[in-house]
């Protein structure tokens, strides 16, 4: 059975950095597509950041670019999201998904990922 759990966020002032972290068992993430969405209230679920199987490509969103930085450690089975220069609109819960066979068009649509994880909430005050 597959289980992502992620961890890492909480509460910072703009400006600041905080690093998710999502751990994975049941897969190997080293054969998946591993990604980040975020989930703000009264918001649909979008896309952040991913690290694409095959080839280990990155891919951001716009608004990230420059500040997040999405990577992989293979030998903990976890990928990481390092997040700086936070802003308030930022504010999200943060969602982990794995995908084993994503085409590249399909890399930023939720839908498209089999596996989640619960979230973590990551909160930026002004």
């Known amino acids: 059975q597959v289980h992502l759990v992620e961890s890492g966020g909480g509460l910072v002032q703009a400006g600041g950095s905080l690093s998710l972290s999502c751990a994975a068992s049941?897969?190997?993430?080293?054969?998946?597509?591993m990604a980040w969405f975020r989930q703000a209230p009264g918001k649909e679920r979008e896309f952040v950041a991913a690290?694409?199987?095959?080839?280990?490509?990155?891919y951001y969103t716009d608004s990230v670019k420059d500040r997040f930085t999405i990577s992989r450690e293979n030998a903990k089975n976890t990928v990481t999201l390092q997040m700086n220069s936070l802003k308030p609109e930022d504010t999200a819960v943060y969602y982990c998904?794995?995908?084993?066979?994503?085409?590249?068009?399909?890399?930023?649509?939720?839908?498209?990922?089999?596996?989640w994880g619960q979230g973590t909430q990551v909160t930026v005050s002004s």
């Open positions: 049941g897969l190997t993430i080293v054969r998946y597509t």
């Open positions: 690290t694409r199987y095959p080839g280990g490509r990155s």
């Open positions: 998904a794995a995908d084993a066979s994503l085409i590249l068009s399909s890399l930023r649509m939720s839908d498209q990922y089999d596996h």
